[in-house]
């Protein structure tokens, strides 16, 4: 797998949750990092995104609660979820853009579940 997601697990509501992606080795020209979470019954929606050259952006629902980050040294972006609520239960996605390959590639990790209690 190109990325993988891991910190994902289960918290009561107002905890927090840290997601980390890694990405691959072989992918060295990464221009974007987000996150998606999808929850049950419902589309995937975007969270959070990190672009090269660029102020991270969120979603409503994230904005005050949620930051994105990354570690270019270690190739990998993490999610910081603070105050989680029992709506913020969903799978979470991990999300890249690379030119690795000379054209603009995506890649999607295999998601890894949040649940909040309340």
């Known amino acids: 797998a190109q990325l993988v997601e891991s910190g994902g697990g289960s918290v009561q509501a107002g905890g927090s949750l840290t997601l980390a992606c890694v990405v691959s080795e072989n992918l060295v020209k990464i221009t974007k990092m987000s996150w998606y979470r999808q929850a049950p019954g419902k589309q995937r929606e975007l969270v959070a995104g990190?672009?090269?050259?660029?102020?991270?952006d969120y979603a409503d629902f994230a904005k005050g609660r949620f930051t994105i980050s990354r570690d270019k040294a270690k190739n990998t972006a993490y999610l910081q979820m603070n105050n989680l609520e029992p709506e913020d239960t969903a799978v979470y996605y991990c999300?890249?853009?690379?030119?690795?390959?000379?054209?603009?590639?995506?890649?999607w990790g295999q998601g890894t579940q949040v649940t909040v209690s309340s």
């Open positions: 999300y890249a853009l690379s030119l690795d390959t000379g054209w603009v590639e995506s890649y």
């Open positions: 990190a672009a090269d050259g660029r102020s991270a």
